[in-house]
């Protein structure tokens, strides 16, 4: 077993993006990944909202432990500055993060600008965006030694809430797109695989009624509750260990087993 002890369970020294890093996972994300000696790139909206995250992990772990980057991940542009800036600041790249996402209502029964607005606000930011990433990364990815890819999809990939038809889209798109990416990247040493969260207490969960989330919790989620960004975090850690080398082309529920409750 000399071989397989070798294998290293730690990620300090790397060079990881994380999108939609100023909020709920993403910045879990962040934090968790500086805690364990990575070098974070926080990218997000609003240069407040990044640089607040960035002076809490240079307060805990020093002005090399990270760097903003304020992004908007649905114009390539601004994806190409992100990979660009992060290269130039860490000198490699190791790890990326597809995590920025938004959920937005969209139903057939919506009236039409609404409807098609949302679908290709959606589409731009939950799937293509992760797309273009991965491409703009992949000269550097192919240089580390432990390359990673982690998309954030959801259980709303696997089961389905009425009125998020373009978000349930995109989810399951990003566990299609994991699939075909591992399959083209493993030659390059890459792995791609997708975390499923399923209710978990952010920014994007907030503006649901305290009692509404108890009353779902009990019913749909067999820990009967709503699951912490933290809990996501380690999980993406965990993929992008040097260790998780043969974890390739996955999609890993993070939610309490309500993807597996029958009744
Ligand atoms: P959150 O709202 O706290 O964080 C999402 C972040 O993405 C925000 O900081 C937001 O500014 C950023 N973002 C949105 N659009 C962006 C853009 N165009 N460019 C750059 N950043 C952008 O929500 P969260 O729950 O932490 O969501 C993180 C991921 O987890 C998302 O992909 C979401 O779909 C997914 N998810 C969330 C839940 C949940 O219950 N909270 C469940 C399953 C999956």
Not at 113 to 127: G, K, P
Not at 159 to 173: E, H, I, N, Q, R
């Amino acid at each position: 077993m000399a071989r397989l002890s070798g294998l290293s369970r730690s990620i300090a020294g790397h060079a990881a993006i994380i999108t939609g890093a100023a909020s709920g996972m993403g910045q879990a994300t962040a934090h968790l990944f500086a805690d364990e000696g990575a070098r974070v790139v926080v990218a997000d909206l609003g240069a407040d909202r990044v640089d607040a995250v960035v002076d809490e992990i240079r307060a805990a772990h020093g002005s090399d432990a990270a760097v903003g980057v304020v992004t908007d991940v649905s114009d390539p542009a601004q994806l190409a500055n992100l990979v660009s800036a992060a290269t130039t600041w860490a000198g490699r790249l190791d790890i990326v993060v597809n995590n920025a996402g938004v959920s937005l209502p969209n139903s057939p029964f919506m009236e039409e600008a609404d409807f098609e607005s949302s679908w290709a606000r959606t589409l731009d930011v939950n799937i293509t965006a992760h797309a273009r990433l991965v491409r703009l990364a992949l000269p550097y990815l192919s240089e580390s030694p432990a390359a990673r890819i982690v998309n954030i999809a959801s259980t709303e990939a696997l089961v389905s809430t009425a009125g998020l038809g373009a978000y349930a889209a995109t989810k399951a798109g990003v566990i299609g797109l994991t699939q075909s990416l591992a399959v083209e990247l493993g030659r390059h040493g890459i792995t791609v695989n997708a975390v499923c969260p399923g209710p978990i207490d952010t920014a994007m969960t907030a503006g649901i009624e305290a009692e509404a989330k108890a009353t779902y919790a009990r019913r749909r989620v067999p820990l009967r509750r709503y699951g912490l960004p933290e809990e996501v975090a380690h999980m993406t850690l965990n993929l992008c260990l040097p260790s998780s080398s043969f974890v390739n082309g996955t999609h890993i529920p993070v939610d309490g087993g309500m993807s597996v409750r029958h009744t």
